[in-house]
């Protein structure tokens, strides 16, 4: 209680004094008082009781002027009824309080201490009615006070029956509850008038405390005209502040919106607001109780008191809860007599409860505290609902009656003149709360529930800016941008307990409480009453009122189980908040006419009429215009809202939130394959973003941002549509359909713009190359929306995605182009040259080839770039394939142009794997590109050698250009690594080897001289020969190849063979030619194995006759090989019998008759078998695998 703090405590800001606004003491100041609360002692009985002054305009304190004795008080001081910063409001009062207390005066500390309501408080009121609550069972007197719940917090103001039906007798307004009270409580009811003691009393009051804070303590008479003037000022002044209700209420100036608002002030024009916190209740209190202080006493309350009158219980519960509530520690009473100042007398504030004839218990006090909230709070649960606590003088009963229902039962529900103030207390709370940032996701189920009571209560007519701002704050509270964690993001909302109402669960909650506190005898007297307090003195029974259930139920936030359910939501909300907006525009008149139940047509153009890509480019050229003029801020709004007026932002804020809700409800029904629905989404969420450009002033990049990301996947979605045309109706028909909801939004869309900004971007085309282009296009602007306002630096993640994708359209594109053009060639006569169309085509696919390269190469994704390259590489082979057709088949020569573009391909391909860099950046693209290279090489080779340009090349350079060409192809060409692909590689490198080896052979044949060069040529045939068929050995689905590849050895034996000339040189050819005979027994048996097959087949699947087992085994090449097989072994077996037996008969050698005997054995069989005609082609193969294992056994002995 020291002089410090006290003084602290008091001492007001600076400026306070002036209460033109609310000066809040800063955050130091506020804690500071913090350490005065006070625990009293108090006859054994414990009361906590801790104040902290959160507001004080009084002045320091000063030591208050003690009267002699023997003053006369009945006489006016100099200084009386002049305004004293010392006093406050206090002048003419009753210790401060004979101004009536004003009937919204808890609404005025509420606006101030908007951070405390909902949450932290339980109780909002003026000190005088708290003070009146707690004397209820020792009172007599009436009570009447208004109730409302703002969160966990009470509201409790006087409402003065007396004041309000004069009000009513003038005015009109409140007739319904005058009716209501006269039929239900006091049917002759007059106004009182209070008598003239009372005014004598509150004279001599008023001179007293002027006497105390003038000083020098005698008594100055003033000209008796003043004196006789001071009663009927003083009753002037009371009548005036009494008349302090108000017409139906008008918005506060602060959140005005209609001119003719009359300045209601909900002021807060207490002298001090203090949190008062009573045992475990929490209180935010109004007093104006004049303080002094000063020498030995730092804080005293002072009080005047006839020496005839001893003090009652009524006024020693008075003084004590004033010292309480404004931790006052002492108290000093003048005692006069017929107003002739007696004496002094000082007392402690814990002993006022002791006093003779003013004994009173403090835990008594304190039961009846905790039971009156109990009741309020178990009885008062709706929000935004006034209620009437009303005791009658002389009764026992005390009733709370529900005005908002009974208000609604009349013709006007908005004649309830608490309506706008609670609504705006509502508001105020949501959005303070909503500001807390980092804790508004535990209280979203308080703030919607404040917000939906606050719609709730306002007639939209009338109060258009806060249902829209309202409605706006409901849809902020659903998260958009968190699609993913609907989960867990939804979980913590539920397990707020201690927050409002749900709707849900308010009849509930009434049910059970009228149950619990019965309804008295009288029907007539309760079945308007939400509860009854049977006797007042139940109220001094300790936790008698105390709730059994839980005296809040949980709010709940609703938990979305879907995206679409949670925009839904959303959309609902900016659908109410257009309205508001809308309905507040006068210029109605001038706008054109709309029916919000019509749907909009969407405009459907055939591609004919739109004039397909061509047309986008002019669509793209007045888009990119129109990009260029927001960033000068051209404003265009057809509906004539002025720019910077609450419907402007409002509608601004509104608009986006709606394109916001499009757009993740289009990214929703993406995800779910549904493209018509996303197109007509998407199309929604651009016509809200196009609005929002006409009305803005000043486009802000993150709006930008999110234009980028709609038009980005519009994109998207035209991709899937051009992707998935076989599903074209169900994507028509879900893009053609149009919810209510969404049509009257567009209508609120429509009264300020056209909205067909982006209309080229989301029309549904039935044309595949339209689609692409509009996708590519709308990839391209939302790339040049981040050029434009350098959104690429700050944002590089959406920026690399934009070029990605405008990467991967333009490779579509190409691709679409490029297969256009070989199905051209392919119906192309093969003599007729390329036709202008075809080169059209590769113009337009090679054009979106390099952009798209440039695109990857922009953003460092070589694994992409090389895929373009690649796909460049087969537009270059299609182009060569294209040129080969020229010219008659006989004729034909390997044109310079093919080779032009065969190199073209090659260098495309070269440089892909330049970009990859290595096999590990990305193994498969490496693979295909190599194989891509490898084939290009080899097709090349093989032109070359099918149709070698003689006319225009000698044959050596020919020979050479094959042999490099295909070397190279076999260099890229993996026939090691295992893959899917290592058949593929080990048969084209079979292959590969096989034609050098025959063309090395036709080279031998064919060259004459240069013995050196033969020489060469014979090495190289005979090396290449052995590849092939190691390679083709690998393979088990080539025998023929593999039979092919043995019988051109063993021509290649032959030839050699006539070029000897000594019988052992000839012998020895001979026999290696047999022995590659002999070796060709595997291919016979891969033949005959699918022979098997083929001949099992009809028998084990009559169904499946026609079925070919092994597709790649031709039976006419297999007879054609058989034959000439069958002819070389003959010849073999022959000439090898012929020269055996010319070198026996000149000497004899045991191995060689041995040889001799079984050629001869295996040659008349072979010459029996081809004699028959008869044998099928199964059992010449059996009887050539016979012969084969014969001659291998028996050869074998003389090799």
């Given at each position: 209680?020291?002089?410090?703090?006290?003084?602290?405590?008091?001492?007001?800001?600076?400026?306070?004094?002036?209460?033109?606004?609310?000066?809040?003491?800063?955050?130091?100041?506020?804690?500071?008082?913090?350490?005065?609360?006070?625990?009293?002692?108090?006859?054994?009985?414990?009361?906590?009781?801790?104040?902290?002054?959160?507001?004080?305009?009084?002045?320091?304190?000063?030591?208050?002027?003690?009267?002699?004795?023997?003053?006369?008080?009945?006489?006016?001081?100099?200084?009386?009824?002049?305004?004293?910063?010392?006093?406050?409001?206090?002048?003419?009062?009753?210790?401060?309080?004979?101004?009536?207390?004003?009937?919204?005066?808890?609404?005025?500390?509420?606006?101030?201490?908007?951070?405390?309501?909902?949450?932290?408080?339980?109780?909002?009121?003026?000190?005088?009615?708290?003070?009146?609550?707690?004397?209820?069972?020792?009172?007599?007197?009436?009570?009447?006070?208004?109730?409302?719940?703002?969160?966990?917090?009470?509201?409790?103001?006087?409402?003065?029956?007396?004041?309000?039906?004069?009000?009513?007798?003038?005015?009109?307004?409140?007739?319904?509850?005058?009716?209501?009270?006269?039929?239900?409580?006091?049917?002759?009811?007059?106004?009182?008038?209070?008598?003239?003691?009372?005014?004598?009393?509150?004279?001599?009051?008023?001179?007293?405390?002027?006497?105390?804070?003038?000083?020098?303590?005698?008594?100055?008479?003033?000209?008796?005209?003043?004196?006789?003037?001071?009663?009927?000022?003083?009753?002037?002044?009371?009548?005036?502040?009494?008349?302090?209700?108000?017409?139906?209420?008008e918005m506060p100036s602060s959140v005005s919106e209609d001119p003719s608002a009359s300045s209601q002030g909900l002021k807060n024009d207490f002298v001090r607001n203090i949190l008062w916190t009573f045992e475990d209740i929490h209180m935010l209190v109004g007093s104006n109780m004049p303080i002094f202080g000063g020498g030995r006493y730092p804080a005293v309350s002072l009080r005047l008191r006839d020496n005839n009158k001893p003090i009652n219980v009524l006024t020693g519960i008075d003084y004590w809860l004033d010292n309480l509530i404004c931790n006052v520690p002492e108290l000093v009473m003048c005692f006069h007599v017929n107003g002739i100042v007696q004496k002094y007398e000082m007392i402690k504030t814990e002993e006022i409860p002791n006093l003779e004839n003013s004994n009173f218990s403090t835990k008594v006090i304190k039961d009846i505290a905790q039971n009156i909230l109990s009741f309020l709070k178990s009885n008062c649960t709706k929000e935004g609902h006034t209620y009437w606590l009303f005791k009658a003088s002389g009764s026992d009963i005390v009733k709370l009656y529900d005005l908002t229902t009974l208000c609604e039962e009349t013709e006007d529900k908005y004649q309830n003149p608490f309506t706008m103030p609670v609504a705006i207390l509502l508001y105020k709370v949501a959005c303070n709360m909503m500001m807390k940032k980092n804790q508004n996701k535990k209280h979203y189920g308080t703030i919607r529930t404040l917000l939906l009571n606050c719609v709730k209560l306002l007639d939209k007519s009338r109060h258009p800016q806060i249902i829209a701002s309202a409605n706006y704050m409901l849809s902020e509270l659903f998260q958009l941008d968190e699609p993913k964690k609907e989960e867990s993001s939804e979980s913590p909302l539920n397990e707020n307990s201690d927050e409002s109402y749900s709707e849900e669960e308010e009849e509930l909650a009434d049910s059970d409480e009228n149950g619990s506190y019965g309804t008295g005898s009288d029907p007539s007297d309760d079945n308007k009453a939400v509860a009854i307090i049977k006797s007042v003195g139940e109220l001094s029974v300790p936790e008698k009122y105390k709730s059994i259930h839980q005296i809040r139920p949980s709010c709940t936030f609703p938990v979305c189980h879907d995206t679409e359910e949670r925009c839904r939501l959303v959309l609902s909300y900016v659908l109410e908040g257009l309205k508001s907006v809308d309905s507040s525009i006068k210029k109605e008149s001038d706008l054109p006419a709309a029916d919000p139940n019509t749907p909009i047509p969407l405009k459907y153009e055939d591609e004919s009429t739109r004039g397909g890509p061509e047309g986008l480019e002019k669509q793209m050229a007045l888009f990119l215009d129109k990009m260029g003029s927001l960033q000068k801020g051209n404003y265009s709004s057809q509906s004539g809202m002025i720019p910077g007026s609450w419907q402007h932002k409002m509608k601004l804020q509104l608009i986006l939130k709606s394109s916001k809700a499009y757009y993740v409800l289009s990214d929703a029904a993406m995800s779910l394959q549904k493209y018509g629905r996303a197109l007509r989404y998407i199309k929604l969420a651009l016509q809200s973003h196009d609005t929002y450009c006409c009305l803005c002033t000043n486009m802000l990049s993150e709006v930008l941002l999110f234009l980028s990301q709609y038009l980005t996947l519009c994109g998207d979605i035209q991709l899937m549509l051009a992707q998935n045309a076989n599903n074209r109706a169900a994507h028509l028909e879900e893009f053609n359909y149009q919810t209510k909801e969404d049509q009257e939004i567009l209508h609120s869309l429509h009264r300020e713009s056209p909205c067909q900004g982006f209309a080229w971007?989301?029309?549904?085309?039935?044309?595949?190359?339209?689609?692409?282009?509009?996708?590519?296009?709308?990839?391209?602007?939302?790339?040049?929306?981040?050029?434009?306002?350098?959104?690429?630096?700050?944002?590089?993640?959406?920026?690399?995605?934009?070029?990605?994708?405008?990467?991967?359209?333009?490779?579509?594109?190409?691709?679409?182009?490029?297969?256009?053009?070989?199905?051209?060639?392919?119906?192309?006569?093969?003599?007729?040259?390329?036709?202008?169309?075809?080169?059209?085509?590769?113009?337009?696919?090679?054009?979106?080839?390099?952009?798209?390269?440039?695109?990857?190469?922009?953003?460092?994704?070589?694994?992409?770039?090389?895929?373009?390259?690649?796909?460049?590489?087969?537009?270059?082979?299609?182009?060569?394939?294209?040129?080969?057709?020229?010219?008659?088949?006989?004729?034909?020569?390997?044109?310079?142009?093919?080779?032009?573009?065969?190199?073209?391909?090659?260098?495309?391909?070269?440089?892909?794997?330049?970009?990859l860099g290595t096999r590990d950046i990305h193994p498969a693209v490496w693979d295909s590109v190599n194989w891509e290279l490898s084939t290009t090489y080899f097709t090349m080779a093989t032109l070359q050698q099918d149709y070698a340009p003689l006319s225009r090349k000698a044959q050596e350079q020919i020979e050479k250009e094959v042999s490099e060409a295909m070397m190279k192809s076999l260099k890229h060409c993996d026939v090691d690594s295992v893959s899917a692909r290592q058949p593929l590689c080990q048969y084209r490198a079979a292959t590969i080897h096989h034609r050098l080896a025959s063309m090395y052979h036709s080279c031998l044949r064919n060259q004459v001289g240069d013995e050196h060069l033969r020489k060469q040529h014979r090495v190289l045939a005979d090396l290449h020969y052995s590849k092939a068929v190691k390679l083709f050995q690998l393979l088990k689905d080539a025998p023929c190849e593999l039979l092919r590849v043995q019988l051109e050895r063993v021509a290649f034996a032959e030839f050699q063979m006539t070029s000897q000339n000594s019988n052992v040189g000839k012998l020895k050819t001979l026999s290696g030619a047999l022995d590659i005979m002999v070796r060709t027994k595997h291919a016979f048996q891969l033949i005959r194995k699918e022979l098997v097959e083929e001949f099992d087949q009809p028998k084990s699947d009559e169904s499946a006759p026609a079925a070919d087992p092994s597709p790649g085994l031709s039976r006419e090449e297999v007879i054609k090989l058989l034959s000439i097989f069958e002819s070389r072994l003959s010849f073999l077996l022959l000439q090898s019998i012929k020269l055996l037996s010319s070198t026996k008969k000149k000497m004899s050698n045991t191995e060689e008759d041995v040889v001799l005997k079984t050629n001869k054995q295996i040659y008349s069989q072979l010459l029996r078998a081809t004699a028959n005609r008869n044998s099928t082609l199964l059992e010449r193969i059996d009887v050539l695998i016979q012969l084969l294992d014969q001659l291998a056994r028996g050869g074998s002995g003389g090799q």
């Open positions: 209680m020291g002089d410090s703090k006290e003084a602290g405590a008091e001492s007001p800001p600076a400026g306070a004094a002036a209460r033109g606004g609310l000066s809040l003491l800063s955050q130091g100041e506020s804690e500071e008082p913090s350490a005065q609360g006070s625990a009293l002692f108090l006859g054994g009985n414990e009361v906590k009781s801790r104040a902290v002054v959160k507001y004080s305009s009084a002045p320091p304190r000063t030591a208050f002027a003690r009267l002699e004795e023997k003053t006369d008080l009945k006489l006016p001081p100099a200084n009386w009824l002049r305004e004293s910063a010392k006093l406050g409001p206090a002048g003419t009062t009753i210790l401060g309080n004979s101004k009536k207390s004003k009937p919204f005066s808890s609404f005025g500390m509420a606006y101030d201490f908007i951070d405390s309501v909902g949450n932290d408080v339980d109780v909002v009121s003026d000190s005088e009615n708290i003070k009146k609550l707690l004397k209820i069972p020792y009172s007599k007197s009436h009570v009447s006070m208004a109730v409302h719940r703002i969160g966990r917090t009470l509201l409790l103001d006087e409402l003065d029956i007396q004041e309000l039906f004069m009000r009513s007798s003038q005015t009109g307004d409140w007739t319904w509850l005058k009716e209501f009270y006269q039929r239900l409580i006091d049917q002759k009811w007059q106004r009182k008038k209070k008598s003239k003691e009372h005014w004598y009393q509150k004279a001599i009051l008023s001179k007293f405390l002027y006497y105390s804070i003038n000083g020098d303590g005698a008594a100055q008479p003033v000209p008796s005209a003043a004196e006789q003037q001071g009663p009927s000022s003083s009753d002037q002044a009371t009548d005036s502040d009494g008349a302090s209700w108000p017409a139906p209420f971007a989301t029309d549904l085309s039935t044309d595949l190359e339209s689609q692409l282009s509009v996708s590519c296009k709308c990839y391209e602007a939302a790339n040049e929306i981040l050029q434009f306002s350098d959104l690429k630096s700050q944002n590089p993640e959406h920026y690399v995605q934009v070029l990605k994708r405008m990467g991967n359209i333009r490779n579509e594109i190409g691709v679409f182009y490029m297969n256009q053009a070989a199905a051209l060639q392919s119906e192309r006569v093969v003599s007729k040259s390329v036709s202008t169309a075809e080169q059209q085509l590769w113009k337009k696919s090679f054009s979106c080839f390099e952009k798209g390269i440039h695109n990857f190469e922009s953003i460092d994704d070589a694994t992409n770039a090389a895929l373009l390259l690649c796909n460049t590489g087969r537009l270059m082979r299609i182009c060569a394939q294209a040129h080969c057709g020229a010219g008659d088949e006989f004729k034909r020569e390997f044109s310079p142009e093919e080779g032009l573009y065969y190199n073209k391909a090659v260098d495309y391909y070269l440089k892909a794997l330049r970009s």
